[in-house]
T-cell receptor, first 116, second 112 residues
Framework: EAGVAQSPRYKIIEKRQSVAFWCNPI?????LYWYQQILGQGPKLLIQFQNNGVVDDSQLPKDRFSAERLKGVDSTLKIQPAKLEDSAVYLC??????????????FGNGTRLTVT | DAKTTQPTSMDCAEGRAANLPCNHSTISGNEYVYWYRQIHSQGPQYIIH???NNETNEMASLIITEDRKSSTLILPHATLRDTAVYYC?????????????FGKGTKLSVIP
């Protein structure tokens, strides 16, 4: 079974620039998550999709972050404009279904963003 | 979801059992205990989960106390590749979005 694919692996941008991250979940997984992990901390949920609908985006800084999952498969997370504090690893995860409560999340290896 | 408390770091000799404790004294009846680990530069990896019975799989064993207020993850024969941050997470099973809320975890160092 192929895992969660993310690209790019690394990205360096200057503050006020824009950046986009891409995620391809495990085939058949209806639920997709984006997490932000700042160095030394555990991952923090940004947004959760069920198929192509948003389930929870309460922790997404909507003034600069946006995410979409148009066809219920791949997803893109965008930051515009980036700030220094956005430097982090952005992790994508998927699970079979949000309603299957004992369905584990499977994570990609993330995109490491450095904002200078 | 209930809050969890884990030691910041632990060491374990290679080949010995690693016992990682987790306190979740406010856990409620419909909440599961999940364990994930994160090896350096990788995403978190699912290990095991349980409700009230002890669980075992090819990676680890999970021992949950009878009152469910604490649990222990056991890696029976730790190897250098088990060096990672281990997260204990309590996750509700009722209606809702079934998210995982990560704390800071326990950094396990397996020593040769």
């Amino acid at each position: 079974e192929a895992g969660v694919a993310q690209s790019p692996r690394y990205k360096i941008i200057e503050k006020r620039q824009s950046v986009a991250f891409w995620c391809n979940p495990i085939s058949g997984h209806a639920t997709l998550y984006w997490y932000q992990q700042i160095l030394g901390q555990g991952p923090k949920l940004l947004i959760q999709f069920q198929n192509n609908g948003v389930v929870d985006d309460s922790q997404l800084p909507k003034d600069r972050f946006s995410a979409e999952r148009l066809k219920g498969v791949d997803s893109t997370l965008k930051i515009q404009p980036a700030k220094l504090e956005d430097s982090a690893v952005y992790l994508c995860a998927s699970s079979l279904a949000a309603t299957v409560f004992n369905s584990p999340l499977h994570f990609g290896n993330g995109t490491r963003l450095t904002v200078t | 979801d209930a809050k969890t408390t884990q030691p910041t770091s632990m060491d374990c000799a290679e080949g010995r059992a690693a016992n990682l404790p987790c306190n979740h004294s406010t856990i409620s009846g419909n909440e599961y205990v999940y364990w994930y680990r994160q090896i350096h530069s990788q995403g978190p990896q699912y290990i095991i989960h349980g409700l009230k019975n002890n669980e075992t799989n090819e990676m680890a064993s999970l021992i949950i106390t009878e009152d469910r207020k604490s649990s222990t993850l056991i890696l029976p024969h730790a190897t250098l590749r088990d060096t990672a941050v281990y997260y204990c997470i309590v996750r509700a099973s009722g209606a809702g979005s079934y998210q995982l809320t990560f704390g800071k975890g326990t950094k396990l160092s397996v020593i040769p």
